[in-house]
């Protein structure tokens, strides 16, 4: 998938789950079943992502290699990379600590959707300045999928909000 793509499919899946969320109610937003992140928490969640790999992508590029290394290997496609993650939530592996939100009020609702907001616009741009050879070429690492190149980066970005988005709606069946 080109970058421009890239960028499209994350814009539709955050703004998908932006309206989602912004159309429940009070109880809906707040409500937590089994010990399960409520609506809010899965926003406040997603919120704390995209800024840690925001900060990632703001990195200098030849910094990113330095500190990440560089792979020649193959790429894995959005499928293949949404089939690995799937497998590593089977498998129970869960967020590092600091990406667990705390609980979550309506109060917060409408500043979390617009930081959201925001950090998706400032994301898109952040990666028009990488080019197809860099996304392919320069890694990161993943808390639960290892070593990543930038694209499948990116691929996991747009995956990750929305199998939020379904597990807030699964949170309300």
Known sequence: MQREKIILKINENHQSFIEYVSNLSKDEFEFSKDDKWSAGQQLAHIVLCIKATLNVYKMDKSIIGQNFGKTDRQNRTYEELQSDYQLK???GVKAPARFI???ITIDQAQNLVEKLT???EEFGQQIEKFSEQELNTLLIQHPSLGSVTLREMLYNVAYHVEHHHLKAIANLS
Do not use: D, H, M, Y
Request: hydrophobic share 55%; net charge negative; aromatic share 12%.
């Open 101 to 103: 939100p705390e609980t």
């Open 118 to 120: 925001f950090l998706v």
């Open 89 to 91: 939530a089977i498998e």
